[in-house]
């Protein structure tokens, strides 16, 4: 009982940067129905921003510290997304939908390179932006930032859902998202809310970035493939376009890779985040809370 417990907590802190991750997808989706895979680059540009701003930051090892850390990524990344959208994705809007995803993978190969080119092929280490211990409760023992990951993924997610339903912005994202034309007929800016989507999108990328970094204290170029495929997983099986989808995939995720991964079947803790794939695409493939669309050709 004890050691499930201790995987719960530990799969509800790797869940959550999944979440985050896939918050970012479901988002741009939503919005303009396809998947940017350049979207996992962003989330490792997150922790590079993070790396680069530790030491130049006051409070460093502190909790005022490591949220000056969080939010200056979710900044930089923010401002990433919005030069992705108008440089790479603006020209496309209206081309085939193949056209799109080439480009989405292009400029993932382009940040993957880039990062190489700027950051090194070797991986760094990242510092304690956050104060480090442990919690113990009983016969459990939780790390810090595990807790803080979990914490700051909720509270995020929560800030995100309110500003889709509370604000004008929200509401304006929500109309693009429906019709797009009508939206515009009522005098609503496509283009600047289709901005504004990369940089939300981005941003949660950022903050997961950095939060992973603070759990597995090591970034590198390449250290979003496999966390952004397994996110691009969440969204589907939560309901790829739903917030509350994306966040509950990413935590079912999680929590499932950690079980499996302290198992006999250990080795195979990566793909079974791609055999849900699958047997959600078989049996339901609007995902958990997700709708079936009925799609005009």
């Excluded at 790479?88 to 081309?95: F, I, Q, S, T």
Aim: with cysteine.
């Amino acid at each position: 009982m004890t050691e499930l417990l201790q995987q719960l907590v530990n799969g509800l802190s790797l869940g959550a940067v999944y979440a985050l991750i896939a918050l970012g997808y479901t988002m741009i989706y939503g919005v303009l129905r396809f998947i940017n895979f350049a979207h996992a680059d962003v989330f490792m540009v997150g922790g590079f921003i993070g790396l680069y701003l530790a030491p130049h930051v006051p409070g460093g090892g502190t909790v005022l510290g490591g949220m000056l850390v969080l939010f200056g990524a979710m900044i930089g990344c923010a401002l990433l997304g919005m030069g992705i959208e108008r440089l790479a994705y603006r020209p496309l809007r209206g081309a085939p939908t193949l056209n799109v995803l080439i480009t989405a993978i292009g400029v993932s190969l382009f940040l993957q390179a880039g990062g190489q080119l700027v950051f090194g092929a070797a991986p760094r280490s990242f510092p304690a932006v956050f104060p480090t211990g442990a919690i113990t409760l009983g016969p459990l023992e939780f790390s810090t930032n595990q807790l803080l990951v979990i914490g700051v993924a909720g509270a995020l997610v929560v800030a995100l859902q309110l500003l889709v339903y509370r604000t004008r912005m929200g509401s304006a994202l929500r109309a693009v998202s429906q019709n797009p034309k009508a939206a515009r007929l009522m005098g609503i800016n496509n283009d600047v809310v289709i901005r504004w989507t990369f940089a939300l999108g981005s941003a949660l990328a950022g903050a997961g970035g950095v939060l992973y970094a603070v759990n597995y204290p090591s970034v590198d170029p390449l250290m979003g493939v496999m966390p952004g495929l397994k996110a691009f997983v969440a969204a589907i099986v939560g309901g790829i376009g739903s917030i509350p989808g994306a966040a509950l995939g990413g935590l079912l995720l999680g929590l499932i890779e950690t079980v499996v991964a302290g198992s006999p079947y250990s080795t195979y803790k990566d793909a079974i985040a791609f055999a849900l794939l699958i047997v959600f695409l078989l049996f339901r493939p609007a995902g958990i809370l997700g709708r079936a669309r009925v799609e005009k050709v």
